[in-house]
């Protein structure tokens, strides 16, 4: 059977493509997808039609999104559904291939899709460490993703970090703001995810429907507040709970991927008269004082350290796995939010 990438070929229209297989090239290494994560944010923007690369496009240049025209005129269709939770088994190896045999496991980012080609060296980058369970490499971007707003935060051993937001991202940020030394505030709107975190540490868990979260915060901190807030739901009225949540001077990341306006945020009230510290965290850049050590693949090698030690739980937070040939009933699933869920794995 021939292996099969996933589309979005309209908004919540879910298409399956026949993926032509070509010889490989000189140092060229073929792998079978085992596992490939759904993100329920950015994919799910996607597959909603509420993503800004819907009606701009984004011109690298000036670094602006501008007005979709004829020479661009959609996004779709969405090829392999930016998937980027992928691991698979390495199956075939091209001619003059050094450091990898068959049977060994890499991660990565290839979208959704039953094959991928990658080099050598890609290969030998990104294996997965032996004993890890391989479900854990689909973590590699989304850890790394994680991994940078703790960077960008800049956290202290016995300072309070409270977490907007216990999705998959938001539950490894919290993990990893523990493993900083920081006592942990989690906030969602939602037991179930919240059930998570104080399984996996969160000192204290704040259900934010109907009561002020940040007032809790401040509470639980002695009226100070906490030193620094990640928000990273991408829910704008969470942002202005997270900058109302900080001690004077503190600090907000911001990892959220935000969605039209903000007509919940309210920059003339706490963020102004406590001289808010507003820092944007995104994967594709990492805090400038840092850029010297610090890379994606560094980042990415520690997520999978951490989790062979034991540190970081990241297996443990898929909660389906779904054959890949039922992906369009999980991304229904995940749209219209029929059952609780938080990591959803598509299964090959």
């Known amino acids: 059977m021939a292996a099969l990438r996933l589309d979005f070929s309209a908004?919540?229209?879910?298409?399956f493509a026949e993926l032509e297989e070509q010889p490989l090239g000189e140092g060229e290494v073929r792998l079978s997808t085992l596992y490939s994560g759904i993100s329920a944010g950015t994919q799910l923007t996607a597959y909603r039609g509420i993503n800004p690369f819907v009606r701009k496009k984004f011109e690298a240049e000036t670094r602006l999104f501008l007005d979709r025209t004829e020479e661009a005129p959609s996004l779709y269709p969405v090829r392999g559904c930016w998937g980027y939770e992928e691991v698979g088994v390495v199956s075939e190896l091209g001619p003059n291939v050094s450091g990898i045999k068959e049977g060994d496991v890499v991660y990565g980012t290839w979208g959704?899709?039953?094959?991928?080609?990658?080099?050598?060296?890609?290969?030998r980058d990104h294996l997965l460490p032996e004993g890890l369970d391989p479900v854990a490499g689909i973590y590699s971007q989304m850890g790394a993703i994680a991994l940078n707003a703790i960077l960008d935060a800049d956290i202290h051993i016995g300072e309070t970090v409270v977490v907007f937001g216990q999705g998959v991202p938001g539950q490894l940020v919290a993990q990893l703001a523990r493993l900083n030394g920081a006592d942990v505030v989690a906030v969602d709107l939602d037991d179930y995810r919240l059930g998570f975190s104080e399984r996996l540490g969160a000192a204290h868990t704040i259900n934010s429907r109907g009561v002020d979260a940040a007032a809790q915060v401040k509470a639980l901190t002695g009226g100070r507040g906490a030193d620094v807030a990640i928000e990273i739901s991408g829910a704008a009225g969470a942002l202005h709970e997270a900058i109302r949540s900080v001690a004077y001077n503190g600090r907000v990341v911001t990892a959220g991927f935000y969605q039209g306006g903000a007509k919940d945020l309210y920059l003339g009230e706490e963020f102004h008269h406590n001289r808010i510290q507003l820092i944007g965290s995104q994967i594709s850049g990492i805090n400038l004082g840092l850029t010297n050590r610090w890379d994606r693949l560094r980042m990415e090698r520690t997520v999978m350290q951490l989790a062979l030690s034991g540190k970081l739980k990241l297996a443990e937070l898929v909660t389906h796995r779904i054959a890949?040939?039922?992906?369009?009933?999980?991304?229904?699933?995940?749209?219209?939010?029929?059952?609780?869920s938080l990591q959803v794995v598509l299964q090959f």
């Open 112 to 123: 959704h899709k039953g094959m991928h080609v990658v080099t050598d060296s890609f290969a």
């Open 11 to 15: 908004p919540k229209e879910v298409t």
């Open 324 to 340: 890949f040939e039922q992906a369009a009933e999980a991304y229904r699933m995940l749209d219209a939010n029929t059952e609780p």
